[in-house]
């Protein structure tokens, strides 16, 4: 008994002590968010919203600042086949990209609009949404060669009334490229067009794109990998490498999934459960000295 709760106290002290890095960590998620994947926030709004991805529910859950869940909205004509980021506007539109793509092969992908959604998501449990269907204007077969795999999102962004989506580039040779491609913020059936493409870094663990955010002005643009914040500002327009582009250093690898600006010097970031590590919310200072450049 007493060798029990000794190991029990050693695993306990193990986890209490584990390094985050440069993450402050506030709090571990519920074991049915193992999956998180997407964060957004809305204005005047204490919690945090975030939703899992493949073969989970179709829900919304609202956090607090520690994780834990203090709302769960069902979408109830919104199936899950994969959601993979949430995105916001300024008139309280909730925005889930059903885009994950693991193996590129998806020929129809979705975006589902909840409008009204922050004023609505306080007394109601269920919701229902508008739909966007799309197709990517550059892919022509489904799946593509081996070499071409970067048909993946996971990365939603709202701007003036458009969409944008970051891709994770699942290549087996891969070459660091995330495309970016364009579609309205409407309902409808569309071609999302490629706008455009960067070249993040040639390291398949640590450089793929897994979500996005924009600050509270609107000029900034934070993107996440697993291990990094990349930061772009002083952009024109859609042009968004364009501009000054930072890299922030987290300092700690693991499976981040979602990232959300708390306010215009702090980031919120969650990342999914894998055996003993990550499954937690964590806020980020901009204002620490982590940059790489």
Known sequence: MYKTIFYFALILSICSCQDYGNLDKK?????NLAEVSGLALFENDTLIYTATDHGNPNHIYGLDGSGNIQREIVISNAPNEDWEDLTTDPKGTLYISDTGNNENEREDQFIYIIQNFASLAASRDTLQAKRITFKLSDQKDYP???NNLNFDIEALL???????MFTRNRSRHFDGITKVYKLPARPGNYQAQLID???VCDDLNICAITGVTMSPKGDRIALLTSDKVIMLSQFEGENFFSGKIETYDLDYTSPKEGIAFKNDSTLYIVDERRAQ???????YSLNKKTRFN
């Open 27 to 31: 709090g571990g998620l519920a074991r």
């Open 144 to 146: 593509p060669d081996l």
């Open 158 to 164: 709202y701007k003036e009334e458009n969409l944008y």
């Open 197 to 199: 493409q960067y070249f």
């Open 277 to 283: 590590t990550g499954g937690n919310l964590y806020e």
